[in-house]
T-cell receptor
Framework: GENVEQHPSTLSVQEGDSAVIKCTYS??????FPWYKQELGKGPQLIID?????GEKKDQRIAVTLNKTAKHFSLHITETQPEDSAVYFC??????????????FGQGTILTVHP | DADVTQTPRNRITKTGKRIMLECSQT?????MYWYRQDPGLGLRLIYY???????NKGEISDGYSVSRQAQAKFSLSLESAIPNQTALYFC?????????FGPGTRLTVT
């Protein structure tokens, strides 16, 4: 099955700096890669996603890049703000076979943005 | 009102007890999921259901069972709770794209 590795496990930055979280996946058939943000006491919420036919996607201060050859994808947050502090999860999904519709998650990154 | 609700939000139970966690959704989605979250391990899939008559095991189904009572309801049961089932449990639902998560149930087994 799919295996997703996420790094770093914790990330501390100063307000205004950039933050980068990286994930690798093992199944070359995976074709959908979402990123979720989990705030304290809440369930994960989708913040951005990318499909395998696209190399980069941007939404205001967040962007995701995908390298299918190397099987890794990254989340980039620019101009970080204290409200960006949360746990971030990457995930991968295979659109076919027995894995259809299932997400495999990374281990999570605790991002802390210091004012 | 929230699209995905979970009850209870917090529960403390004793080893050997049977416990049920309930999930309801108002998004009209066919697909529903139960995940377990442990520190440093991310979200791991326990069971999933793609419609009312479809139930599938995830990567960590041992010690758990589920029931899909209706399109909108998906319950998770621990037949005989043990301390290493102490965790945060999330229900999720999806159509063909994004998964929407409930607020979670914090379960402690003493």
């Amino acid at each position: 099955g799919e295996n997703v590795e996420q790094h770093p496990s914790t990330l501390s930055v100063q307000e205004g700096d950039s933050a980068v979280i990286k994930c690798t996946y093992s199944d070359s058939a995976s074709n959908y890669f979402p990123w979720y943000k989990q705030e304290l006491g809440k369930g994960p919420q989708l913040i951005i996603d990318i499909r395998s036919n696209v190399g980069e996607k941007k939404d205001q201060r967040i962007a995701v890049t995908l390298n299918k050859t190397a099987k890794h994808f990254s989340l980039h947050i620019t101009e970080t703000q204290p409200e960006d502090s949360a746990v971030y999860f990457c995930a991968a999904r295979n659109a076919g076979g027995t894995s259809y519709g299932k997400l495999t998650f990374g281990q999570g990154t605790i991002l802390t943005v210091h004012p | 009102d929230a699209d995905v609700t979970q009850t209870p939000r917090n529960r403390i139970t004793k080893t050997g007890k049977r416990i049920m966690l309930e999930c309801s959704q108002t998004k009209g989605h066919d697909r529903m999921y139960w995940y377990r979250q442990d520190p440093g391990l991310g979200l791991r899939l326990i069971y999933y259901s793609f419609d009312v008559k479809d139930i599938n095991k995830g990567e960590i189904s041992d010690g758990y069972s589920v029931s899909r009572q209706a399109q909108a309801k998906f319950s998770l049961s621990l037949e005989s709770a043990i301390p290493n089932q102490t965790a945060l449990y999330f229900c999720a639902t999806s159509g063909s794209g994004e998964q929407y998560f409930g607020p979670g149930t914090r379960l402690t087994v003493t």
